[in-house]
């Protein structure tokens, strides 16, 4: 459980599965959390009032997991940095009826596999993200620690992106001229 830390992550975008994974090999990182289906759901009122300042609460369950949590608004700057609160709760029906009752409404449904990888040495957290729109790797961690790691990896700046999965649909439907839905997959990766 976390109670006000802040969240600093970066994404990069990967060409596939098992380029992602020898890569970090290479980097000798080490899966710390086996692979992993996630389903989240982003909660908001009608009125989108969370979206629209920038903030999201989301319900994650992940194997026998359920995790709720809230985001704040994220500085600007080249990391994502943002107020992060989560807790795990015991069942995820009861949790989206509360937050139906106090006028939080399901508004966005994303799937994804996660592999979790650390470094012996410790310092941050790499996840390998197999999403419907593509293979991301999400670093996670002191701000210093993101930007050596990725150059490490052969990632400069530029690659950096901060924008949500919700976001990334949003752009990846819109380049294919494809009315956004829900972010699931169609039929479940292979594993690669």
Sequence with gaps: ?????????????MAGVR?????????RFRVSRPRLFETNEIFDTAALTLRNS???LRLRRAGSRTVVTYKGAARPGV????EEIETDVSAA?????????IGFEPLFRYEKFRTEFKEARGGGVVTLDETPIGVYLELEGAPRWIDRT???????KA?????SYGRLYFEWCEQRCEQPKHMVFRRPPRRG
């Design 1 to 13: 459980m976390s109670s006000g830390a802040r969240e600093v992550e970066i994404k990069l975008a």
């Design 19 to 27: 380029a992602a994974r020898s890569l970090l090999r290479r980097a």
């Design 54 to 56: 920038g903030r999201l």
């Design 79 to 82: 990391h994502k940095n943002r």
């Design 93 to 101: 029906a009861p949790m989206a009826a509360i937050l139906s009752r």
């Design 150 to 156: 990725a150059r490490r990896l052969g990632f400069a």
């Design 159 to 163: 690659d950096y992106i901060t924008a």
